[in-house]
């Protein structure tokens, strides 16, 4: 079998041969998210628009705002068949995940919802009627059995309808702002728990996916790729190199340690640009022409280019803080796509994890390692 295997490498052509290099297998229980936001900043000419003048002597002077504006929404979405649609106007910071079971979770600064695509369908609106919100986001989550397949469909409908809420309210497209975010979640050790089979996938960049089906992005938009990997600090780990709390609690050592091991399988690897988390704030990547790592509340903001390729290495822990989980972060530059898409990226983070589990000394089939590859574009309507 072995020689069979060998002579099929080697009467393969070239061309066959590079494509397989550009192919990663994911296991079969990865799951797929896919949801759009739309950004604008509420102006004076908005609300005169919806709702007319408003009374601030009302105990609540923006209800008659907020409720036109998040109907007209939910209108439009209905009439394009868009199941799942949240209207956020309390400035907090929006994040979507997948879960088995559906939740609206809020903190001071963040809404975070948890759905499964397959099952979860919701409409909801998020105000405070007596106060104005700087800005308003509106959340278009996909829904369906073959979230990634269909994304283009997806994106094309939800720009429809954004299209004609602009129209319709009297915005100007350059003042929304469109970003389409898509993730794959999985855990690097799910064979080893048993899960059969795989997913296989070139994970091409979305302007060439969506390209392909006929859509063409405008100019102005811009591409982040990379990935985000929860490494939960069970009692195992604690323990994994000596803690001397005598003087307090210190955990320098532990993350000092893990931190090493992300440098050196990273630099072994060819991945540039990372970071590693561990001081209790929620990591949000997002490009930005100037690199940056700024702790905001509850968020810890990391700004990268993806036109740097060596941007190097972030590693924020706080010593007498013991955190659930470290995040491991690792970011695609230019240099990191290929003309297949950025499969061989992801099968060199895959690398260094099994490098980085390693040291760790991780039990495969009882600890997991979750793998979150987030592909996400941004753009203002041409």
Request: hydrophobic residues 40%; contains cysteine.
């Amino acid at each position: 079998m072995l020689t069979f295997l060998i002579n099929e490498l080697l009467v393969m052509p070239l061309s066959r041969k590079r494509s397989v290099q550009h192919k990663v297998h994911i296991p079969s229980s990865a799951r797929e998210n896919q949801y759009l936001l739309a950004k604008f900043t509420i102006t004076d000419k908005l609300i005169e628009n919806v709702a007319g003048a408003i009374d601030h002597t009302s105990e609540q002077p923006f209800l008659a705002f907020y409720k036109k504006l998040s109907a007209l929404f939910f209108k439009i979405n209905d009439q394009l068949d868009i199941e799942s649609g949240q209207f956020v106007a309390n400035d907090k910071f929006t994040r979507i995940r997948f879960s088995p079971e559906k939740l609206t979770a809020q903190t001071a600064q963040q809404i975070l919802f948890l759905y499964n695509s397959h099952y979860h369908y919701s409409q909801n609106a998020y105000f405070d009627a007596t106060k104005m919100a700087n800005k308003i986001h509106l959340v278009f989550l996909s829904n369906g059995d073959d979230v990634r397949h269909n994304s283009a469909i997806f994106h094309q409908k939800v720009v429809q309808a954004i299209t004609q809420f602009t129209e319709q309210t009297g915005l100007d497209t350059q003042d929304v702002r469109i970003s389409d975010h898509q993730h794959l979640t999985y855990d690097l050790f799910a064979k080893d728990k048993g899960v059969q089979g795989n997913q296989v996938h070139k994970l091409r960049s979305i302007s060439n996916r969506y390209a392909a089906d006929g859509i063409a992005l405008p100019k102005n938009t811009d591409e982040l790729t990379y990935a985000i990997i929860d490494l939960p600090i069970n009692r195992r780990l604690r323990n994994i190199v000596p803690l001397d709390h005598s003087e307090g609690e210190n955990y320098s050592p532990l993350y000092s340690f893990i931190s090493d091991a992300f440098v050196d399988a990273a630099e072994k690897h060819n991945l540039h640009n990372g970071a590693v988390i561990a001081n209790g704030l929620v990591p949000i990547v997002r490009r930005s022409d100037d690199e940056m790592a700024v702790a905001k509340g509850e968020l810890y903001m990391l700004g990268y280019n993806p036109k740097n390729n060596n941007g190097g290495y972030v590693c924020k822990w706080v010593a007498d803080q013991l955190v659930d989980s470290m995040q491991l972060i690792f970011v695609a530059s230019e240099q990191d796509k290929t003309s297949h898409g950025y499969g061989k990226f992801l099968m060199q983070i895959e690398s260094a994890l099994h490098a980085i589990a390693q040291k760790l000394k991780y039990i495969n089939d009882k600890e997991e390692l979750t793998v979150r590859f987030h592909q996400h574009i941004g753009f203002y309507q041409e």
